[in-house]
C-alpha cells in the first residue's frame, strides 16, 4: 500500500496532478451485462449472485477477507503511525498515545485468552507471532481467565 504521508496538513488545495491521479485509478472494463463467477470469472446462472459454486464461494471469500484484513491491519498502522508523529509534538500528547499503546496491548492479551478459550494452544500463538511456545507463554500464559495452564511450563516467569 501507499506509503505516503498521510499526516500532512492539508492548507492548500490539492495540486492538480494529485486530482488526476484519482481519477485515473477509476476500474475499467467492467462487464455490465452477463454476469460472472466473482472466483473464476465463468457465468453464472439466476440463482446463483455471485459465485458459481459453494466451491468457489468458499475460496472466493477467502480470498477478500485476506485483502480485508490486510487492508483494516494497515489502516490501524496508518493510525498509529499518525499519533506517534503526534506524540513527539507535546506531553500531552505524548500521554495521550501511551495510553493508546496500553489499550492495544490489554486487547492483543484478550485476544491470545479468547484463542486459547478456543482451544489454540501457546505453541499455535506462538507460530502465529513466529516465537515459541515459552514465548508465546511467557507473554500471553499470565492471563487470569486462563486456568488450563500448560504442563510443564510452570516456574520462573
Ligand atoms: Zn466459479
Known sequence: ???????????????????????SSVPRGSVTGGRTCSWCKGPLLPPRRRFCSDDHRRRGQKAERKIEDADYADGVR???????????????????FAE???????????????LIAQGYSYADLGAAL???????WKR???????????????GAA
Open 100 to 114: 493508546s499503546v496500553d489499550f492495544a496491548r490489554a486487547r492483543l492479551a484478550d485476544a491470545a485468552a479468547q
Open 78 to 96: 496508518r493510525l498509529v503511525r499518525a499519533q506517534g508523529r503526534r506524540a513527539g509534538a507535546d506531553l500531552p500528547m505524548f500521554a495521550l
Open 140 to 154: 500471553f500464559g499470565c492471563q487470569p481467565k486462563v486456568d488450563t495452564g500448560p504442563a510443564g511450563t510452570g
Open 1 to 23: 500500500m501507499s506509503r505516503a504521508a498521510p499526516g500532512r496538513p492539508a492548507l492548500t488545495d490539492p495540486p492538480a496532478a494529485k486530482q488526476a491521479e484519482a481519477v
Open 130 to 136: 513466529d516465537i515459541t511456545r515459552q514465548a508465546a
